[in-house]
């Protein structure tokens, strides 16, 4: 500091400065005052701190999942006992338990907003150095020791000049509790062993790092609410490499006047802790500490404490039991015979026996090394008894199967549906499973609640052998498809439905569950449709029992799709239905069930003729699947499928195709090479594409298509049918028709073998051969396949049905070509009448509504001809988008009957109208467009306008000289 | 506010206006306890008290926005803190109204308290003390930022003035327990330390208000009487 005469003139306070002086001296108050106010308050809480910068304190508050009810029970916090209620940041709620050196109290923390346990050093030891320094050690050996099954200590403090130390709150129960509500002490043995291999992996860790615990017992050993096992109470701990307490001698010493202090934790059979002569508890007690040899205590004495703990597990006493004042001196000498003899007629198996004995040998050096050596034979013994148990359930599961890979694909029951089949490996590799179920079952004996994770475990592992049977069914891919036999794999499934029949899973329903699925959907798919539903039926009920709901709603959807291919609609959507209800109950957002669910209801729909309906649901479904699928995944491209394909029954063939195009796309990344799937695209798109009058494109897609099939799959195939029937179709309307005719013998004979009886695949392979031989004009060959396809519909669907119409409309045809008119025309009335009744109608009826009307112009009944075009026109609108060849066609049509009756206005409007859709719907060379140009033509010509007449007349020339210009031959109105 | 470089309050105030990120950061630091202990103070013992923090956000939020106060902000048109006792008035008022209108007024409460004159008022000075105090303490922890850059004399004239006003001690108790012997030595110390504080409180409040020259004298003067009201 420098004297005043150096200090630079310093001049005294002006009189003119008195004003601001003034100020100056209010503002250094006030300023000193202010930056006061945001200094960190004594006491270095750093909440407090906070609230005092910002005005406010985080509070975070998390919900307290633990609903045990053995929450520590608190005495109430008795006034005088010298403990303050507020600690630091800890406010002090009741007193939890008392020990030999201290008191331990529940408390909050304030500042982590947690409930801790908080122990305080009895008064009357504040000033005992040894006791203190066991009390901070105690603490130093739950703040180092850094395991699951050790209460960690946060803190170690002064209260009031009385040290404590806070540390977990540890909620549950005791193991003495637990051990004492056992009705028999072979009652949950494999828990208790569970628990009691944690208790020895966590003394593991402690004797790894150098610390034994002297006092361990059931009542020092906590369980949580979630099995967590936790060692407590290390006050007696001892570090071995430092040689523990500094003077415990002296301490023991000191305090053996002391009477027994009763803990908390404690119960019965003199398990209390003694603060006195000697320390720890007696019935628990190894021979060198009862002796009071503390020194000569290390990781074997614990070791002899956990094969005390192992033998009340065993034998429901510890090893010295007896009056409370004999233990301390049977333990010094080390009295066992009474605990050998027990451990000898527990009952248990003779490795845990030898273990304990092992464990309670009297000398140190006899005894396991620690207590890891302990753990390692009880875990081998849990294994041992897992993989026991294990074994047994695979011997009763077990089936050798040899692998034979056929899939199959579904067919949706609407007009271009194809049947899809695939290669079939069923392998019952219960085995495999062997150690997925060795690691459920110790990982459940681990846990407090056994039982319930076990359940668990087997639901998850019932689930997870039927979704592997059922991808081993769906095949792998085309190599495990090739050159299989559907006979070896009918036989494989009859072996293992007989099995499941003769109850040999009856322990174990949920696997006999997902197995029933997996197998039904395989004959299912075989088309063994009585074996499926033998198989299936029992699972909804199985399902039902089992509280499943997801297993149900799989269940139904399997039934809902057997009686789908049996062609029983009613109970078909019946099923399907309760199927989705029961999805969406369980799953109330979008999940790949309720997809699926939706997708099974619209497949009956759709088959049913509700089309409309189904493309909601279709559109429903592939909706879900985009939110919960990857963009690549299978289900996706097969949503794509399904709504495609009913896009193109609607007629929407340009909307269609590109789904349809979506959906190859997909399926190509999901499998590069050949594969069912892609083959199925391909036939699918391709049907589009002819849809569309692209012939030449449709026919390259379905020869790829069949080709791919006939790689992967036999020879007889359905699917091998179906691709073969496709061509022949694109032949046919493409003119060769002796191209198409063998193709189509060769797809009925197919059929025929393969679905001996009735069956709609059948039906529709007779009425395609007899379309092609009526195109090629042979009679006499037709009219016998639409016969027999006919009676074989009213035999599928004896109510009415948009099949048996198509099939009177065939033999309705049949008759015209032979001349029959009023034969003809009851047929077409009988067809008609029969899709007026069905609620909706399908695209395909509309050929009969035409052929009906034309026939009543031929016999001049042109207002009735035109009233059956105008409902044709009505309903094509209704069925179809608002552009569509078959409502051109339909305004076509209505344009003939309204000019047959002279109105040449009104059937110009109609014929312009068409010829309007026909150019922006660019459907290629269809002949109808040459039709319509011609009908034009002719109604122009007759209002005068010859040069207009003339120029659409040589169009409509144009257009009939295009190659692959379709004939016109009339619909018949089937379709695979 | 409070820059190094002494910027006025008005060239953060533009800064912070047209978005820069620091000249934000120091506006809400300079501004955050004034109007902090406005809103305290106004819903004290009212459910709006949880709402301070929000309400404080709202304040800063409305100063930000685009033709928001900080833009229309005039020098000429007067000092900084009237313009801002009015926004934090009017986002208080918004809060009380919302919390009228949603039910959560308690009964018997008003709720425009500017309405009533001497509630306004009080509000007021409220705001005007901790606006005051605010200014002081940055004048304070520019001195102590000084000091501990400067020399050990510089230290040791910060602690007898921490000493003479934040502990009240005489000068002559401050000599005591400096070892001082003589009195006189640490009475030319403490009035230069003064003149130290003097420096550091005529520059905030010339950032804070904008004027310079002798006008920042009669600044200071107000800024303590603030205090006192």
């Not at chain 1, 005052?33 to 750093?46: F, H, I, K, M, N």
């Not at chain 1, 009969?848 to 009735?864: C, H, K, P, Q, W």
């Not at chain 2, 003589?182 to 110390?189: E, I, L, Y």
């Amino acid at each position: 500091m420098q004297p005043p005469d150096q200090d630079g003139g310093d001049p005294p306070a002006q009189a003119a400065d008195s004003g601001f002086e003034r100020t100056l001296d209010q503002a250094l108050d006030g300023g000193f005052a202010a930056a006061r106010e945001l200094a960190p308050p004594a006491g270095d809480s750093v909440l407090r701190h906070l609230e005092h910068r910002l005005g406010s304190r985080p509070a975070v508050s998390l919900r307290d999942v633990d609903h045990d009810t053995a929450t520590p029970m608190l005495k109430p916090l008795v006034i005088g006992d010298g403990v303050e209620r507020t600690t630091g940041k800890y406010v002090v709620h009741g007193l939890l338990g008392q020990g030999g050196v201290g008191a331990v109290h529940k408390g909050h923390d304030t500042d982590l907003g947690r409930d801790v346990a908080i122990k305080f050093l009895h008064a009357r030891y504040r000033t005992d150095p040894a006791v203190l320094h066991r009390f901070v050690e105690e603490a130093q050996i739950g703040g180092q020791l850094q395991h699951p099954g050790i209460v960690p200590v946060y803190e170690l403090g002064m209260a009031n000049g009385r040290p404590f130390f806070a540390m977990k709150l540890v909620k549950g129960q005791t193991l003495a509790e637990k051990l004492a509500r056992r009705a028999s002490p072979a009652d949950d043995r494999r828990t208790f062993l569970a628990t009691f291999e944690d208790i020895c992996q966590t003394m593991a860790y402690a004797h790894a790092r150098g610390v034994v615990h002297r006092d361990l017992k059931p009542a020092n050993v906590m369980i949580g609410s979630f099995g967590e096992v936790q060692v407590v109470d290390w006050g007696m701990g001892k570090v071995l490499e430092r040689g523990g307490v500094a003077d415990e001698k002296r301490a023991a010493e000191l305090h053996s006047n002391l009477s027994v202090i009763e803990t908390l934790r404690s119960s019965g059979h003199g398990t209390q802790s003694v603060m006195g002569s000697v320390m720890g508890t007696p019935a628990y007690m190894p021979p060198e500490q009862a002796r009071g040899d503390i020194d000569q205590m290390d990781a074997r004495s614990d070791v002899f404490a956990l094969g005390a703990i192992l033998c009340e597990i065993l034998t429901g006493l510890p090893p010295y039991a007896g009056p409370a004042q004999q233990l301390i001196g049977m333990a010094a000498m080390a009295k066992l015979d009474d605990a050998r003899a027990r451990l000898e007629n527990c009952g248990a198996e003779r490795d845990l026996v030898d273990l304990t004995l092992q464990c309670l040998m009297p000398a140190p050096a006899a005894r396991p090394m620690s207590a890891e050596k302990v753990a390692a034979v009880i875990h081998g013994h849990l294994a041992a008894a897992e993989e026991r148990v294990h074994r047994a359930r695979v011997e009763a599961a077990e089936a050798k199967v040899r692998a034979v890979s056929l899939r199959r694909a579904h067919g949706l029951g609407i007009a271009l549906a194809t049947v899809f089949a695939a290669g079939l490996a069923v392998s019952l590799w219960f085995w495999r499973e062997a150690d997925a179920q060795r690691s459920l079952a110790a990982q459940a004996a681990e846990n407090e609640k056994a039982a319930a994770a076990i359940a668990r475990a087997q639901r998850d592992q019932a689930e997870r052998i039927g979704t592997f049977l059922a991808e081993t069914l769906q095949g792998a891919g085309p190599a495990v498809a090739l050159g299989r036999d559907t006979a070896m794999l009918r036989e494989m499934l009859d072996a293992a439905a007989k099995r499941i029949d003769r109850g040999e899973l009856a322990e174990a329903r949920e696997a006999e569950l997902r197995l029933r699925l997996s197998i039904g959907d395989t004959y299912r798919e075989l088309a063994a449709y009585d074996d499926a539903q033998r198989v299936l039926e029992p699972a909804v009920a199985l399902a039902r029992a089992l509280r499943d709901d997801g297993a149900t709603a799989r269940a139904l959807r399997s039934v809902a799709q057997l009686l789908l291919e049996r062609g029983d609609l009613a109970a078909a959507e019946h099923c399907a239905r309760e199927s989705l209800a029961t999805s969406r109950r369980l799953h109330p957002g979008d999940h790949p069930d309720v997809a699926n669910g939706l997708g099974v209801v619209a497949s009956v729909l759709a088959t049913r003729g509700g089309l409309s309906a189904a493309e909601e649901l279709f559109r429903e479904a592939l909706a879900i699947v985009r939110r919960v699928q990857p963009v690549d995944h299978a289900a996706v491209a097969r949503a794509l499928n399904d709504l495609g394909l009913t896009l193109l029954s609607r007629g929407g063939a340009e909307a269609a195709e590109a789904l349809l195009r979506e959906s190859l796309q997909t399926w190509r990344q999901l499998h590069p090479g050949d594969h069912p799937e892609v083959a199925n695209a391909l036939s699918t798109l391709a049907g589009a594409q002819m849809t569309r009058g692209e012939l030449t494109s449709a026919e390259a897609l379905y020869r790829e298509a069949l080709d791919m099939r006939r790689r992967l799959l036999p020879a007889d195939h359905p699917n091998i049918a179906m691709g073969i029937s496709n061509v022949a179709m694109v032949l046919r309307r493409s003119g060769d028709l002796a191209a198409a005719e063998p193709l189509l013998r060769e797809v009925l004979a197919i059929d025929r073998r393969n679905f001996r009886g009735d069956h709609m695949l059948v039906a529709t392979s007779l009425a395609n051969l007899a379309s092609v031989c009526l195109d090629r004009g042979d009679l006499d060959e037709a009219e016998p396949l639409f016969a027999d396809a006919a009676a074989m519909e009213r035999r599928l669907f004896p109510n009415d049905h948009r099949r048996v119409a198509t099939a009177l409309h065939n033999l309705a045809v049949v008759r015209q070509h032979r001349d029959d008119a009023a034969g003809a025309e009851a047929l077409f009335e009988e067809a008609v009448a029969m899709l007026r009744r069905l609620p909706e109608l399908h695209p395909s009826s509309l050929a009969s509504f035409r052929a009906l009307a034309d026939l009543l112009v031929e016999r001049n009944d042109l207002a009735g001809a035109e009233a059956v075009q105008r409902e044709a026109l009505a309903t094509a609108r209704r069925v179809f988008a608002a552009d569509h060849p078959e409502v051109a066609g339909g305004l076509n049509n209505l344009g003939v009957a309204v000019a047959a009756r002279g109105d040449f206005e009104a059937a110009e409007s109609l014929y312009r109208e068409a010829v309007a859709m026909w150019r922006r719907l660019g459907a290629g060379d269809h002949a109808e467009i040459a039709g319509t140009l011609d009908n034009l033509a002719g109604v122009l010509r007759r209002r005068g306008d010859a040069a207009a007449a003339e120029a659409l007349r040589l169009e409509a020339a144009a257009l009939r000289r295009r190659p692959g210009a379709a004939s016109g031959a009339p619909a018949d109105g089937s379709g695979r | 506010m409070g820059s190094e470089s002494h910027d006025t309050v008005w060239t953060v105030l533009r800064a912070a206006s047209r978005g820069d990120a620091s000249a934000r950061a120091a506006f809400a630091q300079g501004y955050a306890v004034p109007i902090r202990s406005y809103l305290q103070h106004r819903w004290r013992g009212r459910a709006l008290a949880a709402s301070v923090d929000d309400a404080v956000h709202d304040v800063f939020v409305e100063c930000y926005k685009p033709g928001g106060v900080l833009e229309r902000a005039d020098p000429e048109r007067g000092g900084f803190r009237p313009l801002l006792y009015g926004v934090v008035r009017n986002i208080a008022r918004r809060h009380e109204e919302l919390a009228a209108r949603s039910g959560a007024r308690a009964p018997g409460e008003s709720v425009h308290l500017d309405e009533l004159p001497h509630q306004a008022e009080a509000l007021s000075r409220t705001f005007d003390r901790a606006w005051a105090r605010s200014l002081l303490r940055e004048a304070v922890q520019r001195h102590e930022a000084a000091a501990a850059a400067g020399d050990d004399d510089a230290r040791l004239r910060l602690r007898i003035l921490r000493m003479r006003h934040e502990q009240g001690m005489p000068v002559r108790t401050i000599a005591a327990a400096l070892g001082e012997a003589d009195v006189a030595v640490v009475h030319n110390a403490y009035r230069r330390a003064r003149r130290d504080f003097a420096v550091h409180l005529r520059a905030v409040v010339a950032a804070s208000t904008g004027v310079q020259g002798p006008a920042v004298d009669d600044e200071c003067r107000r800024l303590t009487e603030l205090l006192q009201s």
